[in-house]
């Protein structure tokens, strides 16, 4: 990627500290470590770069490229892109890839096909990839797919507080009402399924243009999205979530001027950690590298 100044290649391990100072989540409380001292960190990677977005709103594919690329090698400690597709995917397997079509905020398309070429050059058929939401349960490919790739942007929600990674993988339910309790609490239920147990390698949380702030089941409002840049990237769904869960609580209080908590508290995110042993919600099991444009990164 150009600009090799701006670029952090430290591995940032971040320390519990006061939710301002973490950008932290209300709601979302660190994990007791005495619980969780026998659990395996989780590799996160943040990745921005401040030119993926054109002036008129529209992505720079070619940009967008090369933060996937970074961002993977990273991932998989690898020396490129390629060895880390090549790394989580093997020629047999039968790819779903969940994506996200809420049509205000879509996962991009560019990014699906992006992620379709690299699973290609893993040696993985075309005609064994597909990209689908609400269709899974009755898509030909999904019908006998081996592995999952969680794709999704990030935004504010009215049942679980946010939709997250988490959240994305309702669609795999048919009563996905039956959820909607105290925030969504159970959703990290919906991952112990056989249909999905065990076969999602790769989470992206879309952090282009999140939304950090909306009212009602269906509201969406420009005011409240802003070009972040980013995508997060990892193989725990629970770390890449409380990760962005963060950013936005830090965008909310940056934005509002005062603390104003995610509303109602996305209590799935601790609860697929605590309850549901999904992976790591506390930043002191979350090993953050930030790569590409830190300006305003509010974590």
Known sequence: ????????????????????????????????????????????????????IHGDGQLNRAVLKGMLDEAMKT???????AEAWKKLFRPTDIVGIKS?????????????????????????????????????????VFKKYTVLINIRPMRTHHWSGLGTLL??????????????????ERLGSIWQKPIINGKTRLNILVMLTPLFHGIGPHHFSRTYVWNYNGLILSTDPVAADAT?????QAKRTNFFGEERPISPPPHHILSADRKYGLGNSSTEKIELIKLGWNKDIFI
């Open 1 to 52: 990627m150009r600009n090799k100044k701006k670029v952090i290649t430290r591995r940032d391990f971040l320390k519990t500290g006061s939710a301002a100072a973490l950008g932290g989540l209300v709601g979302l409380n660190l994990i007791d470590l005495k619980q969780t001292e026998a659990a395996t960190n989780s590799r996160v990677v943040l990745i921005r770069d401040e030119r993926v």
């Open 75 to 81: 991932l998989m400690d690898v020396a490129n892109s």
């Open 100 to 140: 996200n079509a809420w049509h205000y905020l879509p996962t991009p398309y560019e990014l699906e096909e992006e992620i379709q070429l690299g699973l290609v050059s893993a040696g993985v058929l075309e005609k064994n990839v597909t990209v689908d939401d609400r269709g899974v349960l009755y898509n030909s």
């Open 167 to 184: 959240k994305n993988y309702i669609m795999f339910v048919r009563d996905p009402y039956s959820y909607h309790g105290n925030a969504c």
């Open 244 to 248: 962005g869960a963060r950013i936005i």
